[in-house]
């Protein structure tokens, strides 16, 4: 982790650098506000180029959790839904136990993904239908997790995914006036926190995007969408 204070100093450096003038009038808020807004474009870029060199795994394994179990919530309709965490961000891989009395317990078997918005759309179909014997279990994702047809003749145990969490903020109240500050979600803050990217590559890159869009607000840049992508696709 690079400590919140060290990328505010980078920060207010870099900037003034660019815009004198802009770099003494910024506040402590709205430089970490600018370093969080960068810190979540470099994370969603990075799990965008998930797989595609070695940097980027490196980028994303602070953020990568494992073995994660689902709460399960019977809703309406006879559907399940396995709710996602608060945290979560993107599935990497999922998976179920699932019960049948007399038949006993299978483990880890893949959960197959439908794309629909609804299973009220598909219920006629048979082929929506999970089966214990084939071990096929079916489900679609919906924004609050996975939700599955309630089986008739067997239970579904446990649902558990390997994820990539967002990010936690970067905030730095110990350089503002009274040592906290209210943020943008008027949550008052008092502990620092850095970014969680462990590399040194990383915490530059969200630095450089961080200044480059507070030039973008005071209209002191051109060409965002080029140099962003300079700065992310090293």
Not at 34 to 44: D, H, K, P
Not at 169 to 174: G, H, K, L, T, V
Request: aromatic share 10%; proline share 3%; net charge negative.
């Amino acid at each position: 982790m690079v400590p919140a204070r060290k990328l505010v100093y980078d920060f207010k450096r870099r900037l003034n650098h660019r815009n004198t003038s802009y770099s003494t009038a910024i506040d402590v808020e709205d430089i970490c506000s600018y370093l969080n807004e960068a810190q979540n474009t470099f994370f969603e870029k990075r799990v965008e180029q998930e797989g595609t060199s070695k940097i980027v795994k490196d980028d994303l394994r602070p953020f990568e959790i494992n073995d994660s179990v689902l709460e399960l919530k019977e809703q309406n309709g006879g559907k399940i839904l396995a709710e996602f965490k608060n945290n979560h961000y993107q599935t990497i891989r999922q998976r179920v136990d699932i019960y049948k009395e007399g038949c006993g317990l299978k483990e880890g078997l893949p959960i197959r993904i439908f794309k629909a918005d609804s299973y009220d759309q598909n219920i006629p179909n048979t082929m929506w239908s999970s089966s214990y014997e084939w071990e096929d279990v079916m489900a679609i994702k919906v924004s609050k997790g996975f939700q599955f047809k309630k089986p008739k003749d067997f239970e579904i145990k446990k649902v558990l995914i390997d994820y990539y969490r967002k990010p936690t903020d970067i905030n730095a109240p110990s350089l503002s006036s009274r040592s906290a500050y209210i943020d943008s979600y008027g949550n008052e803050i008092s502990e620092d926190s850095g970014t969680e990217f462990s590399t040194t590559l990383a915490s530059q890159s969200i630095v450089d995007l961080a200044v480059l869009y507070a030039l973008r607000d005071i209209g002191d840049i051109k060409d965002l969408q080029t140099q962003q992508n300079k700065i992310i696709n090293f």
